[in-house]
């Protein structure tokens, strides 16, 4: 059974500072996920990473599938980036998710 | 840009009776999950489905759940009768392989 483990649970930081939020699954994985969840309750897809590094806007998102860890960078953080991110995994031949708990992130102005 | 839609958004309903709530995917999406959220806990997988059937269930999707997409389009989630438990945001989501999983805004469902 694969476990999906985010740290931290809640970050709180302010406007402009670097984030970095982390993703540690216990079983091979055919792919990770990284989702927002705003406040609302709607779930976002930000990323869909198997190998190395993406990047989109002030958004990166790094894998390294022999340390079974992923992270999630956000840098110049800005309050509307608050929200909840959430690292969710995917098998060979067997695409459903299997989600971590969340990171609950605030940036204050 | 599609999306996925859902409705209803919020749903009340007395514990026993049957629900459907019901999603509409992105039109050239081939595969259908339902997944929900319990109120602080984390997005659990309900149900994959492909092809016109069930590919994959978790322990949750018991006789009472039931997956169909009666028209083609409408992707629908049925609950024969709720219990107080099975209050939860859940979500469909969709995708066009094996790729990333686009997902509707939820439907809140709440069990009284």
């Known amino acids: 059974k694969n476990e999906v483990e985010q740290s931290p649970q809640n970050l709180t930081a302010q406007e402009g500072e670097f984030i970095t939020i982390n993703c540690s699954y216990s079983v091979g994985i055919s792919a990770l996920h990284w989702l927002q969840q705003h406040p609302g309750g709607g779930i976002v897809s930000l990323f869909m990473?198997?190998?190395g590094k993406k990047k989109h806007g002030r958004l990166i998102a790094t894998i390294n599938i022999q340390e079974k860890h992923s992270s999630l960078h956000i840098t110049a953080s800005h309050p509307r980036d608050s929200a909840v991110y959430i690292c969710?995994?995917?098998?060979?031949?067997?695409?459903?998710?299997?989600f971590g708990t969340g990171t609950r992130l605030t940036i204050i102005p | 840009e599609p999306e996925v839609t859902q409705t209803p958004s919020h749903q009340v309903t007395q514990m026993g009776q049957e629900v459907i709530l019901r999603c509409v995917p992105i039109s050239n999406h081939l595969y259908f999950y339902w997944y929900r959220q319990i109120l602080g806990q984390k997005v659990e997988f309900l149900v994959s489905f492909y092809n016109n059937e069930i590919s994959e269930k978790s322990e949750i999707f018991d006789d009472q759940f039931s997956v169909e997409r009666p028209d083609g389009s409408n992707f629908t989630l049925k609950i024969r009768s709720t219990k107080l438990e099975d209050s939860a945001m859940y979500f469909c989501?969709?995708?066009?392989?094996?790729?990333?999983?686009?997902f509707g805004p939820g439907t809140r469902l709440t069990v009284t």
């Open positions: 989501a969709t995708a066009g392989g094996y790729y990333e999983q686009y």
């Open positions: 969710a995994v995917s098998f060979f031949g067997n695409e459903k998710l299997t």
């Open positions: 990473l198997s190998s």
